[in-house]
Each structure stands twice: as C-alpha cells, then as structure tokens.
C-alpha cells in the first residue's frame, strides 16, 4: 500500500487552456483544498464545500483547478502528473461526495468542456458582459453580495 502525497498547491499565475477557436493564456489565482499525488503518476483533487456541490454542468472550480494543477505539476518529482480523480466533498445536502467524473473514459470530455466554458466566460468578460445568472433565485434572498448585483437589471432571472 502506497500512502498518497499531500500537497498544498497555489495555482497563481498564467495557465493555457484550449477551447474551439484553438489556444488561450488565461490568468488565474486559486488554491486547491487537496491534491494526493498517487504513486502511479495521477493526482486525486478535493474540493471542500460548507452546503452542497455545485452542479457539474455548471461549475469549473474543480475541473479548471485539475488543468492548471497538471501544468504546475509538471516535473515535479521528476515526473508529470494527470489528473485522475477529483471530486467535490459536500458538509451538507443530499450527496456528500461528487465525483467530476466517474469512469476515466469521461475525463477527456469533461475537461474539453470545462475549459470551453472557461474561454467563452472570459470572453464574455472582456467583451463587459457578465449577468448573473444564478441557478436557483431562491438563493439571491440570502446572497452575501445582494446590495451590489445586477439581476434586478437583466429581469427575472
């Protein structure tokens, strides 16, 4: 049994993605909440969450944390790294934890869109446009950022 390497991974800096109009060099700041590196070359991403785990269709925090912990991860320890496993571990709600994939086969898939709606966001962005569009409105009542969201101003959202 191989005991798995923790690592505390800040992922600051300059990162490259691919989306259809081919190659793009995005900022980005974050820090992973957990990265085991395994001993057959993967690396296992968690992502703590105090409620419960985004939806998968929506969310980019863990599969854009997976791609940029691949680059910084590359020759490290004399090796490079895949992401092999990631997954959101929930405190609350029905599911505890949410693979981001659930066969390897899925992985390339999934990815190849994480980093598509990436790309598009920030173009959306630089272009100055940013609604809000929560999935679920109920939500806005309680929002920690109420006083200075837009929704009021794109309609019922």
């Known amino acids: ?25 995005i900022a980005l700041n974050g820090v992973a909440d957990r990265i085991d590196l395994l001993g057959d070359g993967t690396f296992r991403l968690i992502d703590y969450k105090l409620s419960s785990a985004p939806n998968k269709s929506r969310a980019l925090q863990l599969p854009i944390y997976g791609l940029c912990a691949e680059q910084r991860l590359e ?24 693979p981001l994939f659930t066969k390897r086969s899925d992985r390339d898939q999934v990815m190849t869109a994480a980093q ?42």
């Open 1 to 25: 049994f191989h005991q798995p390497e923790k690592l505390d991974l800040v992922l600051r800096g300059d990162f490259d993605f691919v989306g259809p109009r081919g190659p793009r060099r």
């Open 75 to 98: 020759r490290h320890a004399g090796r490079d790294w895949t992401l092999g496993e990631a997954a959101y571990i929930s405190f609350r709600g029905p599911q505890r934890v949410t």
């Open 116 to 157: 598509e709606r990436l790309i598009d966001a920030v173009d959306a962005i630089e272009r100055g446009e940013f609604p809000p569009t929560p999935t679920d409105v109920f939500v806005c009542g309680y929002c920690s950022y109420a006083a200075v969201c837009r929704k009021d101003y794109v309609g019922d959202v």
